[in-house]
Structures are given as structure tokens and as C-alpha cells.
């Protein structure tokens, strides 16, 4: 692949990422003032931070997108919607983190 093409598929992961955080955002968060609202719930309910809710999410794709490198491929969803969940799971945590 050339960095021209990666370049390329960068640009489209980044948008679908982006997509998919404003979709997720409408139908977990809730509240359009509170980006964390579902991890905040979901933290109170089960007595952890809401860091740590996002990060048991994060595992469960990060947890398919291993076993798809170690040759599963027969997986209910694919492996590239795994990681774009992934990038965007990241970038709430980073959103968290400042």
C-alpha cells in the first residue's frame, strides 16, 4: 500500500469514526450536553468510574479484533467495524482524559 492509499483509507476510517460517534451519541448518551452520560449510568450501577465502564467496552472489541489477527474470521460483526468502535471508544477516553 502506498502512503497515498493509506492516506486515503485514513480520511475514510476517520469519517466513519465520526458517523458512528454521532449515531452512537443520539442512542447511548441520551443527553446531547453530556458526551460520557451511558458510561457514567453504567459506572454508577455497577459502583466503578465511568473510565472504566469505556474500557469494558473497549475490551469486548478489542477482544474480537485478537481473535480475528489469530485467524477467526466467522465473527457476527467484522472486524472493521471492531475498530473503528475501537478508535472511537479511545477518543471518548481521551475526551475523558482532558
Known amino acids: 500500500m502506498t502512503r497515498e492509499q493509506m492516506a486515503a483509507v485514513m480520511d475514510r476510517v476517520f469519517e466513519e469514526c ?3 460517534r454521532d449515531a452512537g ?7 446531547e450536553a453530556n458526551a460520557f452520560a451511558n458510561f457514567e449510568r ?3 450501577r455497577v459502583g466503578i468510574t465511568r473510565e472504566q465502564a469505556l474500557m469494558v467496552y ?3 472489541h478489542l477482544d474480537g479484533i485478537h481473535a480475528w ?3 477467526h474470521r466467522s465473527q457476527r460483526e467484522s472486524v472493521k467495524g471492531r475498530i473503528n468502535d ?3 471508544y479511545l477518543c ?3 475526551g ?3
Not at 25 to 31: I, P, S
Open 58 to 60: 473497549l475490551e469486548k
Open 96 to 98: 475523558m482524559v482532558e
Open 69 to 71: 489477527v489469530n485467524g
Open 18 to 20: 465520526r458517523a458512528l
Open 86 to 88: 475501537a478508535i472511537v
Open 92 to 94: 471518548l477516553l481521551r
Open 25 to 31: 451519541q443520539r442512542e447511548y448518551a441520551r443527553k
Open 42 to 44: 453504567v459506572a454508577e
